[in-house]
């Protein structure tokens, strides 16, 4: 039975991944030809791309409401429901000022998994990418997998004293959906800590069963919005 649950899980895999494969042409995100500031927030969006979601909150404690964008390709938007195109995604921060003037302050390139990322968990269906501003702290949570599941929170802190936004928090999680069997770490760069977390689901009781917490130190060195891949962070 496991044997044959394997087969068409793999097959199932490799299926979506052909399929998210065909006529996939990445276009680039050229940031360097767009303005530095501007009233107009789609003046910040190149051709070939268009805002996918808006989020507005305070993020550099001035009581004004700046802007998160997460703006994806357009390129493929024609493409059969049945046979996606794989369409990359960006996140850019924007300052407003008292003027009402935005100032574009980051732009991650690599930190938003693309819409045909989400592996056989989604199978032809896109793979979100969650953005929210949560009281100052900018917060990136998405997942992807197969049999085994991975969920990723970053949070994001603007460091005035540098302009950039540093990675304060990084929540991971790794669930076998066969067996129940999940790991999870939560990071806190600001303190310098990791825990661990697992729990193992138990076929005689019947129940999860959650193993003692390990706790380890990690290194304060910043870690800068732009900077972080999803692919490789962490060592996944």
Do not use: H
């Amino acid at each position: 039975m496991l044997a044959k649950f394997c087969f068409m899980w793999l097959s199932l895999m490799v299926l979506t991944c052909a399929v998210f494969a065909q006529d996939e042409t990445a276009v680039s995100f050229n940031d360097s030809a767009l303005p530095q500031t501007s009233k107009n927030i789609n003046e910040f969006v190149p051709e070939g791309w268009k805002i996918e979601e808006q989020k507005t909150g305070d993020l550099n404690a001035d009581s004004l409401p700046d802007v998160a964008l997460k703006l994806i390709e357009i390129s493929a938007e024609t493409a059969a429901s049945d046979n996606p195109v794989s369409r990359s995604r960006v996140l850019m921060i924007l300052f407003k000022n008292k003027t009402g003037v935005f100032e574009r302050v980051a732009v991650a390139k690599t930190l938003l998994q693309c819409t045909g990322c989400g592996g056989a968990f989604y199978g032809v269906s896109e793979a979100p990418a969650n953005v929210k501003i949560d009281k100052g702290i900018l917060v990136v949570d998405q997942d992807n997998g197969s049999r085994n599941v991975f969920n990723e929170t970053f949070k994001f802190r603007y460091d005035a004293k540098v302009k950039k936004f540093a990675l304060i928090g990084f929540d991971t999680s790794d669930s076998d959906r066969l067996t129940g069997a999940t790991t999870a770490e939560s990071i806190n760069y600001l303190t310098g800590t990791k825990v661990k977390k697992t729990w193992q689901y138990n076929q005689r009781t019947d129940k999860t069963v959650a193993k003692p917490d390990k706790k380890s130190s990690v290194a304060k060195t910043p870690i800068y919005l732009e900077k972080i891949n999803y692919e490789t962070f962490g060592n996944r």
